[in-house]
């Protein structure tokens, strides 16, 4: 005779056998392994929640912990599974909490629901709490408008929403103006002056010359070295020393942090006392986290394209070329800049570096290209970029 002996384990052990979890997608049923690692993992995380929500016991305390969920994911999939997981946890009030790497999940949570561990020293770290953080500017900001208060708590989730999440993360920080400054920066970190900086994870963050202030209090929050890269943007009628030391930057920022320190707040600084104050090593503020970085006396140029025609070509700010002389530097160089026509009557004009680079001004990441693509980037490098990228190596 035949004696049959099933135990539930043997039953179980059957059931596990033969069933297969299919997907089914517009009519297809796909296996379990038709889809990669990212998709396991989603449909894991998933389940996993839907069995919390059954097991949670009101006379408890309940929070749900994910560890990285971004793992093996794709930045879309990370952005779109964020958004389910915030919505699932509002739907549902619960309490969690998310370990994370990804700027993706960091920019789509937003401010509020930020906490920050980063290291401050070689062996201590500190927790930062970003929901704190509109209390905290609103403290700071007593002598200012509400219209401005505003404008600032806005910014920041604003600078969130596009992706500039990924300062939180970062070891270091440098914020530019433009395209131009972008290409070279990232260009200079490649030499082997500056192999120091591509051991960190360094956040590049584009600004105006008028915004870049406002990040000094999330980078004062956080603690972040940051070196702020911005032009003196002086009168470009001043065509001669004194008529620059007497006039004044348009630039908001190197403005604003002159005025931090000043005795008199309500006056704009002269060019001559913002070349005084980075003499006197003051150009490093909030206890030398922050050092905004501009051209110095040495140069006297206005833009960053100035200064990098200036050292390329070895010629001062006043110097004056006749347009044949600028073609064959074009030529000679391989640069890609404009040069203005010969003024009326004059068959041979001349011509100054700011007359090339106002010429050039719809056209400054093609010069830039022409820099970089020709190796002449570390020959272009302005003194003052320099030393602040070096500021940033300590």
């Known amino acids: 005779m035949l004696e049959m002996d099933v135990s539930e384990e043997d039953i179980d052990e059957f059931m596990k056998k033969i069933t297969r979890a299919k997907y089914e997608i517009e009519g297809f049923l796909l296996n379990e392994s038709s889809q990669g690692l990212g998709f396991s993992n989603l449909i894991y995380l998933h389940m996993q929640l839907e069995e919390y929500l059954k097991t949670i016991d009101p006379l408890k305390v309940n929070i749900f912990f994910i560890e990285e969920p971004e793992s093996h994911m794709h930045p879309q999939m990370q952005n779109v599974f964020i958004r389910y997981l915030t919505n699932f946890y509002k739907e549902n009030n619960l309490q969690g909490l998310i370990t994370t790497h990804s700027n993706e999940i960091a920019k789509s949570v937003g401010l509020n629901n930020l906490r920050v561990i980063r290291q401050t020293s070689k062996f201590k770290s500190e927790l930062f709490d970003l929901s704190t953080f509109r209390v905290t500017i609103k403290g700071k900001q007593e002598n200012i408008d509400d219209e401005t208060k505003c404008i600032l708590e806005n910014f920041f989730d604003w600078f969130f929403e596009i992706g500039y ?83 004044e930057s348009t630039n908001s920022t190197i403005n604003k942090f002159y005025k931090d320190e000043a005795d008199n707040k309500h006056i704009n600084p002269t060019i001559k006392d913002l070349y005084d104050w980075k003499e006197a090593d003051k150009n490093k503020v909030l206890n030398n986290l922050i050092c905004i970085s501009y051209q110095d006396r040495a140069e006297l140029s206005r833009t960053l394209e100035e200064s990098m025609l200036m050292k390329l070509l070895s010629i001062d700010i006043f110097a004056k070329l006749k347009r044949s002389e600028w073609k064959k530097k074009r030529q000679d160089f391989n640069l890609r800049f404009s040069i203005p026509n010969n003024l009326p009557g004059d ?23 022409s820099v970089i693509l020709n190796e002449r980037a570390e020959d272009a490098l302005p003194l003052y970029i320099k030393e602040g990228l070096l500021w940033l190596m300590k």
């Open 347 to 369: 068959s041979e004009s001349e011509f100054t570096i700011r007359n090339i680079i106002n010429s050039t001004s719809n056209n400054k990441v093609d010069f830039m290209y």
């Open 165 to 247: 999440s990924e300062i939180v993360f970062a070891d270091k920080v440098v914020l530019y103006e433009g395209d131009t400054e972008r290409l070279f920066i990232r260009k200079l970190l490649t030499l082997d002056e500056f192999k120091p900086l591509r051991d960190n994870y360094i956040a590049f963050i584009q600004v105006g010359g008028d915004y870049a202030y406002n990040y000094k209090y999330l980078i004062e929050c956080l603690k972040i070295k940051t070196l702020i890269i911005t032009d003196l943007d002086y009168d470009k009628s001043a065509s001669d020393v004194t008529a620059i030391l007497n006039s």
